[in-house]
């Protein structure tokens, strides 16, 4: 990992936290709306994190409107319609020059110093798989190849990360390998990624919250 020079922006695609649009697979155990709940604390973990890493440019790459949930210091633009690999490849196209890096909203674990790892360190590419054979993060030195090295890539798969690093391999970039992380998808999830979340985490505390809840 490069020194914590951060990328020149940094992009967070993400859902409006909407109870029947979001976290879908938590429901059951959760109801929707207890799965909003949870997925706007990963969001908002998520964003409160991002302005903790070093950007010249912070965007939200939004699926809706945004709610009291965002805070100061983002840049809101819409996301295009189409399949997942359109729009993560459009995110790129916000950017003004200079390396890139696009995480979701399903990590809320995440740290600012993970946030730091793209800049000008001789990489081309930065590459953070998911343990669901996703991937968590995505930066670009050059935001401008988002489309030929992001387009046609199977996404939601067991093999969406594998295909994708392997894009970045064949397009000849040298890639910087981050570390596995664990999105939250299902209850079990949810589970672990609430017990590797800083203390203070907004997802941890609306997970044990909606524990008690049920005791």
Same mark, same amino acid.
């Given at each position: 990992? =490069?020194?914590?020079?951060?990328?020149?922006? /940094? #992009?967070?695609?993400?859902?409006?936290?909407?109870?029947?649009?979001?976290?879908? +697979?938590?429901?059951?155990?959760?109801?929707?709306?207890?799965?909003?709940?949870?997925?706007?604390?990963?969001?908002?973990?998520?964003?409160?994190?991002?302005?903790?890493?070093?950007?010249?440019? +912070?965007?939200?790459? #939004?699926? *809706?409107?945004? *709610?009291?949930?965002?805070?100061?210091?983002?840049?809101?633009?819409?996301?295009? =319609?189409?399949?997942?690999?359109?729009?993560?490849?459009?995110?790129?196209? &916000?950017?003004?020059? @200079?390396?890139?890096? /696009?995480?979701?909203?399903?990590?809320?674990?995440?740290?600012?110093?993970? #946030?730091?790892?793209?800049?000008?360190?001789?990489?081309?590419?930065?590459? !953070?798989?998911?343990?669901? *054979?996703?991937?968590?993060?995505? @930066?670009?030195?050059?935001?401008?190849?988002?489309? =030929?090295? &992001?387009?046609?890539?199977?996404? =939601?798969?067991?093999?969406?990360?594998?295909?994708?690093?392997?894009?970045?391999?064949?397009?000849? #970039?040298?890639?910087?390998? /981050?570390? /596995?992380?664990?999105?939250?998808?299902?209850?079990?999830?949810?589970? +672990? &990624?609430?017990?590797?979340?800083?203390? !203070?985490?907004?997802?941890?505390?609306?997970?044990?919250?909606?524990?008690?809840? &049920? +005791?």
């Amino acid at each position: 990992m =490069s020194a914590a020079t951060g990328p020149h922006t /940094l #992009l967070v695609i993400a859902k409006e936290p909407v109870p029947g649009r979001v976290k879908t +697979r938590l429901t059951p155990p959760y109801t929707p709306q207890e799965a909003a709940v949870l997925a706007e604390a990963a969001l908002t973990d998520t964003l409160h994190t991002a302005l903790r890493a070093p950007a010249r440019r +912070r965007v939200l790459v #939004l699926d *809706g409107t945004p *709610g009291p949930w965002l805070p100061h210091g983002f840049d809101v633009v819409p996301q295009v =319609s189409g399949a997942l690999d359109e729009r993560i490849a459009a995110a790129f196209d &916000v950017c003004d020059g @200079g390396p890139a890096l /696009l995480v979701g909203m399903d990590t809320p674990q995440l740290t600012a110093d993970l #946030l730091s790892c793209t800049g000008p360190d001789g990489h081309d590419a930065w590459f !953070g798989p998911a343990a669901d *054979g996703g991937f968590w993060a995505l @930066g670009l030195a050059d935001p401008s190849r988002a489309g =030929s090295l &992001v387009g046609g890539v199977p996404m =939601s798969t067991d093999r969406t990360g594998a295909v994708q690093r392997l894009r970045l391999a064949e397009a000849g #970039l040298t890639v910087c390998d /981050l570390p /596995l992380l664990r999105d939250v998808d299902t209850a079990a999830d949810a589970t +672990r &990624v609430a017990g590797l979340c800083p203390p !203070g985490s907004r997802f941890a505390t609306a997970l044990a919250s909606l524990a008690e809840a &049920v +005791r």
